[in-house]
């Protein structure tokens, strides 16, 4: 049985309508590009990067431990031109290897236990080809603390379909004794006359996961660190950067 830290799935349907951002497309163009054969991307989602990319010819593996959300990915536009499983990354086991291996939106954070991100690493080596690159997209902890202070907040007014607007909010809260954060987004559907017609919640957990940690899992299985980005415009990492983001490599001597 998979358990699920965050079950996207309570959301499927609306997750489109909120999560509607698309800064970090042309990152993973640009990215994929340098590379030739596969690509595998754990923790798609319904497809917010997967897309673009197989639009652009690319031919992409998805993964996922959200069947709903997978259902939703199935349905849009080039949907059916990516091979999707509904794995958990922690027991990853589709076969094949793949040039490039690339977790994005800082879902890595999601994996809140440690043994289990490294227990996730020791899976996606299993898949990752003779010298091929796995990037781990996450943000930078010192930047991300900020804004865990507990306080509501409104993440936006969103209009879907049958003329019905979607009003999300949120609060989360830093815990340091995990080093994790917790919170709950809250989701109200209004009709065209104001009438709440449905509401929702659900809970969030995510680790702020260090440096000297991806250093370390590095080590155990012996990768190295190609690239840190700072943005998703291939800017250089620094301690005040918002993301902090690792392309790691698996070079094999020979």
Do not use: W
């Amino acid at each position: 049985m998979v358990v699920k830290n965050i079950d996207f799935g309570f959301v499927a349907d609306i997750y489109d309508d909120y999560v509607n951002v698309d800064f970090d497309i042309p990152f993973y163009k640009s990215l994929c590009k340098k590379y030739r054969g596969n690509f595998l991307e754990l923790m798609c989602g319904t497809g917010r990067v997967s897309l673009p990319l197989i639009a652009e010819g690319m031919n992409l593996t998805c993964v996922d431990y959200s069947q709903e959300m997978l259902d939703v990915f199935v349905k849009k536009p080039n949907g059916q031109k990516a091979a999707l499983f509904c794995q958990d990354v922690c027991e990853l086991d589709i076969g094949g290897k793949f040039e490039f291996i690339f977790i994005p939106f800082n879902s890595f954070a999601e994996i809140t236990d440690s043994g289990k991100r490294k227990q996730a690493v020791k899976r996606v080596i299993e898949h990752l080809a003779d010298n091929g690159d796995f990037l781990i997209t996450l943000y930078n902890p010192e930047y991300r603390i900020k804004s865990a202070d507990g306080n509501m907040k409104c993440l936006g007014k969103f209009d879907i379909s049958n003329d019905r607007t979607l009003i999300v909010t949120s609060y989360n809260s830093f815990d340091s004794a995990s080093s994790r954060i917790y919170g709950t987004q809250f989701y109200e559907i209004y009709d065209s006359n104001n009438q709440l017609v449905d509401k929702r919640f659900l809970n969030i957990a995510f680790s702020l996961v260090s440096m000297d940690e991806i250093k370390g899992l590095c080590e155990e299985f012996g990768l190295s660190i190609k690239e840190i980005y700072g943005d998703y415009n291939s800017g250089e990492f620094n301690d005040k950067s918002q993301f902090m983001n690792f392309l790691l490599t698996r070079r094999i001597k020979k």
